[in-house]
């Protein structure tokens, strides 16, 4: 088997193993292959693999593969940082955007998404840690916040997102991705039953035991499927 179909089945298998271990469906829990830096030969063998959702941190560089990718039936998410001037192409060209983090951000996409694409799925991205080096809404002052961007008329706010320190032990990791869920519930009680966020974008190639054990509904897997990144990010 090529080495990132094995990573793959080996990744699936840890979720299927992390649900049953916490009495999750699996089935609530999708995959998501982090594909910066990557080749787009390096995509296709993860879709060979059956993956259809591949999430981006670059923009210039996920538009190359979005556009050489365009006759395939994929799911792109965009996972980096945004500055303001980029929100119009992410907006026409992804289905997903897991990293808003100011209000002017998610303003913006609302204006920019073309209407004939429907609502665009965003998560609002938390610095769950309080970490000075990490973008991301403080979870002080979130809900307002969200229930004003849950307003907005050409996004669908789906949930959070978080990347918690990496160097956090196995509890604390848990601890993490625990505050995270609490944020949820919070905005969710005052929301409609429509508009409730049913998405937790969390977990990753190290974490994403601790993360499913919390309820995410989304791990973004980059290394653990393509290998290590020559640059680190
Ligand atoms: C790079 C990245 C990932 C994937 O991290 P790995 O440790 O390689 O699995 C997930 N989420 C975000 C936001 C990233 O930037």
């Known amino acids: 088997m090529p080495k990132i179909e094995n990573n793959i089945d080996d990744v699936s298998k840890r979720i299927d193993q992390s649900a049953a271990e916490y009495g999750r469906d699996p089935s609530e829990i999708l995959l998501l292959a982090v594909s910066k830096t990557r080749s787009v030969e390096h995509i296709r063998q993860a879709m060979d693999a059956g993956l259809t959702h591949f999430a981006e941190n670059y923009l210039q560089e996920a538009l190359d593969k979005i556009t050489e990718l365009k006759a395939e039936d994929l799911c792109w998410h965009f996972i980096g940082p945004l500055q303001s001037n980029k929100t119009r192409s992410a907006a026409e060209n992804f289905s997903w955007v897991h990293s808003v983090d100011r209000l002017k951000i998610a303003t913006r996409l609302s204006d920019q998404r073309p209407e004939s694409l429907g609502p665009l799925n965003i998560c609002l991205q938390v610095n ?58 919070q905005i969710n ?25 919390q309820g995410s509904t989304m791990v973004r897997v980059g290394t653990d499927i393509f290998g290590k990144r020559e640059q680190q990010q």
């Not at 769950?128 to 002052?141: R, V």
């Not at 307002?144 to 990791?173: K, V, W």
């Not at 974008?201 to 035991?209: P, R």
């Open 128 to 185: 769950i840690d309080n970490e000075p080096s990490k973008s991301g809404f403080h979870a002080d002052g979130l809900v307002p916040i969200a229930l004003q961007i849950a307003q907005l008329p050409n996004l669908r706010l789906r949930g959070l997102m978080a990347i918690p320190r990496a160097e956090n032990s196995f509890q604390e990791q848990q601890a993490a991705f625990q505050k995270l869920a609490e944020l949820r519930q």
């Open 189 to 213: 009680q005052s929301l409609d039953n429509s508009e409730k966020l049913d998405t937790l974008s969390m977990g990753m190639s190290g974490d994403l035991e601790a993360a499913i054990s």
